[in-house]
């Protein structure tokens, strides 16, 4: 069944897809198996982009996954993921019209960390804030726990990317306020302007945001 859309959300969901904006909910699961060798894991992630899915058929998604040696062992207090071959697929249907985008990485080190001072819970979110480096959007909205963050300007990602890095534990326990959100950073137009409530409703669900990162979508402007 096809989903109509009035020429204003149209319009409003035209210009976000051409800009590429994509905004990302990292899932619950993530599947880590062995694999036969005995020698290395395999990681799949699952991240649902979530933008005006109530006009959409189908939810938005795409996974990644990749090898990593077997690090997981006792004793051990250093993990090195290195994500080789990485192919990032999103596809979507917008009325009649398919969607399809492709991001290739190809034999990329992405970081290493401390496995000891990591907690598994937040590893996907670690992995998001090194990938969206790749990812090539004019807008860059992460979800960290239950917060979003709309990062915007020159070397955004680089930029975003080494503030969670820097601050990800203050970030962790920082109280949540709600504070007035940067909403022109999400389209160059007037008339795709949207109010909080409206984004509410359609899905984005931007909220809530620690008011000391305020300063820094100022920064990026």
Known sequence: MELELSPHNARILDSLLKTETIIIKISENI???ELSDSKS???QITLFPL????YLQNDLNFSFSFSTPKFFKKGMKSLRIVITDLIISLSWKFN???YYKEIYISSTELYSLDFNEIKSINLDLVLLFEIIKYLKSDVIVLKFLENYFIISGENKSEKAVVYMENNFNEILKFPQKNIKTIL???TDTDE???SIDKLKK???FISKFPEYLLSIFTALL
Do not use: K, P, R
């Not at 933008?51 to 109530?54: A, K, L, Q, S």
């Open 96 to 98: 009649t019209y398919n």
């Open 192 to 194: 795709c302007m949207l």
């Open 184 to 186: 022109e950073l999400m």
């Open 202 to 204: 359609t899905a984005c």
């Open 41 to 43: 894991l395999l990681i």
């Open 31 to 33: 599947i880590i198996q």
């Open 51 to 54: 933008f005006f899915t109530e």
